[in-house]
């Protein structure tokens, strides 16, 4: 048995599955696994809570998890020493996030790969290699075109009365939104982050609205500018992409890589599909 893992920061896919037979035995979610910020503690405790994984996790062979913030072998290493806890008989791999969405997305093929979820990143991949033209800068210097960027902007223009009317009001009866209590979520508790990209959700309620369009769009070619367009292959190449932003605002997307010259690659919400069947099919091989 395997099982596969595709980690943001709001949560983790986990997809187990028979090489032997090559069907799925279960498909499971839990928190993101962050190196940045979660703890052993709180990994563990989140994987033992699911029961159907603890049922299985003596006789899993191997694991792969492909995590945000697994950009260093530090890093990698500690999740890696985390899991082993768990999933005690395995061999287990830890990479990066932008790993597993390159497989996922460009197969062997040349292409750029991004993220847009509650995070944004970006990757050349040559169909065997990374390259990395620019930083994730996460939520506070980065993370353009993510569902942090754009519930973000929500808020500021929110709390600076920018919003239409009918967006405020909406805005107001659905959130308990101040400046101290803003300023609180972002810079004294944990995972802000996840607390911005919440507001992500306002917008995909009322994604058919010009405004929020124009601010989707806005954040999209933010992205695109910094992420994409720096790569010298950016205009030769297809540009793809995977996470939740990406797929619900699929349209103001396409827009925006249409605008900036940009060849439209795939779209897909969760790549976690693709690397169960890029993983099964490589167990076939001897």
Not at 14 to 34: C, K, P, R, V
Not at 123 to 137: I, R
Not at 211 to 233: D, G, K, R, S, T
Request: aromatic content about 12%; hydrophobic content about 40%; overall charge negative.
């Amino acid at each position: 048995m395997i099982i596969i893992a595709d980690s943001g920061a709001t949560k983790t896919n986990w997809i187990l599955a028979d090489t032997q037979t090559q069907s799925i035995l279960g498909e499971y979610e839990t928190m993101g696994f962050s190196p940045l910020f979660c703890t052993e503690e709180q990994v563990l405790a989140a994987l033992n809570a699911n029961t159907a994984m603890q049922n299985y996790a003596a006789g899993i062979e191997k694991v792969y998890f492909f995590g945000a913030g697994c950009s260093s072998e530090e890093r990698c290493s500690k999740m890696r020493n985390i899991f082993a806890k768990f999933f005690t008989r395995a061999q287990i791999v830890v990479d990066h996030d932008m790993l597993g969405a390159a497989i996922a997305l460009c197969h062997n093929q040349a292409g750029i790969a991004c993220i847009l979820g509650t995070g944004s990143n970006s990757v050349y991949y040559d169909g065997k290699s990374l390259y990395e033209e620019t930083p994730a800068l996460d939520y506070i210097l980065g993370d353009e075109g993510s569902g942090t960027h754009i519930g973000k902007m929500l808020v500021r223009f929110y709390l600076y009365k920018r919003l239409p009317p009918e967006l405020h009001s909406d805005f107001s009866a659905g959130y308990e939104v101040t400046k101290e209590i803003v300023l609180a979520k972002v810079y004294k508790e944990l995972n802000p982050k996840r607390y911005l990209a919440s507001f992500a959700q306002f917008a995909g309620k009322h994604k058919e609205h010009l405004f929020i369009q124009q601010l989707v769009y806005n954040c999209f070619a933010e992205f695109l500018e910094y992420h994409v367009c720096i790569y010298p292959q950016s205009r030769q190449v297809p540009v793809h992409f995977a996470g939740s932003v990406a797929h619900f605002f699929s349209d103001v997307l396409t827009r925006a890589v249409t605008d900036k010259g940009l060849v439209m690659g795939r779209i897909i919400q969760k790549p976690i599909y693709e690397l169960l069947n890029y993983y099964l099919k490589s167990s076939l091989v001897v």
